[in-house]
């Protein structure tokens, strides 16, 4: 038990290969009503870091969320699909149990950095897609989510390779198990802009015009996607944002100034926490 809020640790929603997949779930104190949940997805390139990383959402306890962090199968030990079917199996798992802590079921907004926004990109775009669900977790269940937040993740993994396609070391021949020239088919499939239809998640795309790792047209491509199919996606570009660093605390400017916190406080408050219009 922590100030000003309640947590369950290493909660275990699924099992790859014999091993647990476990998150932690964070609860505001005495809340009047059952809670929306913010789920929130670790980045490090796929291959690093895990759901001990979640620096950002805490402060949306004090506004009567829940927060969610998980852990995914990293690279090398597993390749694409399966960080996405560990993160829909996390879906699934919060939805089903919704009740026992008191959670919506059906207001689950997902927020993720770098390849964590990718990975919530990906959710919004594929939700309930039977080939993309895996079989972990809770069956049965919706892995749709209700709002994304993505914070400079990859969305054409075709592109963003680039130079390096040829690379079996590159950050995305990890991911998808081979050199992208040779396995393009792959990492199209990987990547949110494929998937992407009027019936994705609402998306709130947050992006530094300084970032030297992805670049800014990564997420320009995914929202010019999604307006074209008539999606609800906003691009907001932080000027004089980087890539944030895992190396130490979040405390780069351009990220801490209070647009960038109020858009995203609005944008959850919008699809989680009001009442849809009749």
């Known amino acids: 038990m922590h100030s000003g809020y309640a947590s369950h640790t290493d909660l275990v929603f699924g099992e790859a290969k014999g091993k647990p997949l476990t998150l932690d779930l964070f ?103 039977p080939e993309l669900e895996g079989d972990g977790g809770t ?21 963003i390779a680039g130079a390096t396609a040829d690379d079996p070391e590159s950050f995305v021949a990890q991911f998808i198990g081979g050199a992208v020239t040779e396995n393009m088919e792959l990492a199209r499939a990987a990547s949110p802009v494929t998937y992407v239809s009027g019936d994705a998640a609402p998306m709130l795309i947050m992006h530094g015009d300084v970032d030297r790792q992805v670049p800014l047209s990564q997420s320009v491509a995914l929202y010019e996607a999604l307006w074209r199919a008539g999606a609800e996606v906003r691009l907001h570009i932080v000027h004089g944002g980087a890539h944030l660093s895992y190396t130490r605390r979040p405390t780069d400017i351009p990220w801490h100034a209070p647009e960038v916190q109020q858009l995203v406080d609005a944008f959850f408050w919008r699809h989680l926490m009001c009442d849809p219009t009749p």
């Open 27 to 129: 609860l505001p104190k005495n809340p009047i009503r059952s809670v929306p949940l913010i789920m929130y997805i670790h980045g490090g390139g796929w291959r690093g870091l895990s759901k001990s990383w979640c620096p950002y959402p805490m402060r949306f306890l004090a506004l009567e969320y829940a927060v969610a962090s998980i852990n995914y199968r990293l690279v090398p030990e597993a390749t694409f699909p399966a960080q996405l079917h560990d993160c829909k199996a996390a879906v699934r798992w919060l939805r089903a149990h919704a009740q026992e802590y008191g959670l919506l079921g059906d207001r689950i907004g997902v927020w993720g950095d770098s390849a964590g926004g990718h990975l919530a990109a990906m959710l919004g775009v594929t939700g309930d897609r």
């Open 139 to 159: 069956p049965g269940v919706s892995s749709k989510v209700q709002a994304v937040c993505d914070w400079f993740g990859p969305t054409d993994l075709v592109s």
